[in-house]
């Protein structure tokens, strides 16, 4: 208990310290929203940004003002339940039934405390920091504590005038926020002291995810465009990729390479398993991990249509694309699998289905079906590799293979959906908000250069606050539990329970 106390003290001293620098460059706390949040995934803005939701306030009286949809904000309450599906129970016993037997019940713990410690985070400051303007790298406190929202503010959808409650964007968002933090938690399996997790997970949370999420996702929004001037002006406002032009559609760079490269920064840090590479550690059950494997492809719908923010065309491309890339990924890792190895194991379908979840994630509404059944097939190759050669030339211990599959698979597509986005090879191209049509000349080596920005950013901010935060850890809690403590095992060693009796 008191190392826990320690870790939270910790987290709040880091905070204060923090808070204090990331104020100097975000807009100072003032009255409530009247700037909205960005969203995921876009439909594309006339410089390429893609096109993310805000809040906006009606122009003016003689304007013509935002609606909310009920059928748009049915599908998202419904879409955030799918997400929050994902992450318990599905990341849960994924993640669970890979571990063995002695570590089974300590997984379970750990996905389950962070996806509810983000979500109070997110609540008090995340939100504001995300999704307020401030700087071009992060937000400022103007919603702190949610201050200023009721349920009568908006948020601006990807079609101007079509808005969804700003309380139902705002429990969106904070689902992508637990579960990405939750996915550091497999690279640490076996080994880390809750406490530690604890704390790294706040201190992670605040420094990287909030200021990726910012620089990708947020814009004030497309309401309030209506000509070249305008649009200048909402993307100088904007996050530093999105106004470079970044399309991130669910979270390729958010999510994916900035939970996997932190998953594999901390797995250097925290050292080998006991008896890595010389004994067996075996998945304990199969069974369960093919249980979490197939709620995470059914939560994903949520998490890749619900990006479009409306029940809409949009959704249904991004829910088709999500479909078949995975089911994609699911035959060419197996495939793979059984010219290599002579065996197609349900290990390798179940990881499979993930890369290809993770693939389609920054492209889902972006790609067309043929360009989702391309990337779906290239990831299960891919993802395979990086979880076999790619992880012996590194020499990690990333003990559920985050980096592997999410890293990697998240770098796959963030650059391919620069390539398959094209409206030649059957994708929907960038929209312009001035002219309201696709704009006719996507140039694919340009956004592949921009996507790649995105995933060099995503990479380095993210490692670098990751090395910090393991570090600073371990130095006050220290990281790792003793040795005895793990060959007994977490779950008895951290949480004086069991997931099996007898």
């Known amino acids: 208990m008191k190392k826990f106390l320690l870790s939270l003290a910790l987290s709040v001293a880091a905070l204060t310290v923090g808070f204090t620098a990331i104020s100097a460059n975000a807009q100072t706390a003032a009255t409530a929203a009247v700037t909205a949040p960005a969203a995921d995934a876009p439909k594309a803005a ?32 419904v879409a955030t339940v799918l997400v929050i599906m994902m992450s318990i129970p599905g990341l849960a016993l994924f993640y669970g039934g ?38 071009p790298f992060i937000g400022g406190f103007s919603k ?67 200021p990726i999420a910012h620089m990708v996702w947020f ?32 979270g390729g760079t958010v999510v994916h390479i900035n939970a ?74 197996i495939g793979a699998e059984a010219l290599t190895k002579g065996k197609a194991s349900m290990l390798g379908a179940a990881s499979g289905a993930v890369a290809g979840l993770v693939a389609i994630t920054p492209a889902a509404g972006f790609v067309g079906v043929g360009g989702a059944l391309v990337l779906g097939l290239l990831a299960g190759v891919v993802c395979m ?38 409206p030649s090879l059957g994708g929907t191209g960038v929209w312009d908000y001035v002219a309201n049509k696709v704009t006719p000349d996507y140039s694919i080596a340009s956004q592949l250069w921009i996507q790649a920005q995105g995933v060099l950013t995503t990479l380095v901010w993210s490692g670098v606050v990751s090395f910090i935060a393991f570090k600073l850890v371990d ?10 403590q793990e060959r007994e095992g977490l779950d008895i060693s951290s949480h004086g329970e069991t997931a099996y009796h007898g």
């Open 144 to 210: 702190f504590m949610m201050a200023g929202v009721t349920p009568d503010s908006m948020a601006a959808t990807f079609t101007k005038l079509v808005n969804i409650p700003e309380f139902t964007y705002m429990t969106f968002q904070a689902t992508f926020a637990a579960i990405t933090v939750a996915l550091i938690v497999g690279s640490l399996a076996e080994r880390v002291k809750f406490s530690a997790l604890i704390a790294f997970a706040v201190l992670w949370f605040t420094f990287s995810y909030l």
């Open 385 to 422: 590799w990086g979880v076999n050669g790619l992880k012996r030339i590194l020499g990690s211990d990333d003990a559920l293979d985050v980096f592997g599959v999410h890293g990697v698979g998240g770098i796959l597509g963030a650059l391919m959906t620069g390539v398959l986005a094209a």
């Open 219 to 250: 814009w004030d929004g497309a309401d309030g465009i209506t000509d070249q001037a305008s649009m200048d002006k909402v993307t100088a406002a904007a996050g530093w990729l999105f106004a470079k032009g970044a399309l991130d559609f669910a």
């Open 46 to 77: 006339v410089t390429a940004a893609p096109a993310a939701a805000a809040a906006t306030p009606a122009a003016a009286s003689s304007a013509p003002t935002a609606t909310v949809n009920k059928g748009d904000t049915a599908w998202m309450t």
């Open 260 to 333: 996997g490269i932190a998953g594999l920064v901390g797995s250097f840090i925290l050292g080998k398993r006991l008896g890595y590479g010389k004994e067996a550690m075996t998945p304990h059950s199969l069974t369960l991990t093919m249980v979490g494997a197939s709620l995470l492809w059914v939560g994903w719908f949520g998490f890749n249509a619900g990006s479009a923010l409306e029940a809409n065309g949009t959704a249904a491309l991004a829910f088709i694309t999500t479909l078949v890339a995975t089911a994609a990924a699911t035959l060419s890792w």
């Open 98 to 135: 890979l571990v063995r037997s002695k570590n089974m019940l300590s997984i379970l713990m750990q996905v389950f405390v962070i996806f509810a410690l983000i979500i109070v985070l997110w609540t008090i400051y995340g939100y504001s920091l995300a999704f307020t303007g401030g700087s």
């Open 475 to 484: 130095m006050v809690i220290g990281l790792r539990v003793t040795e005895e």
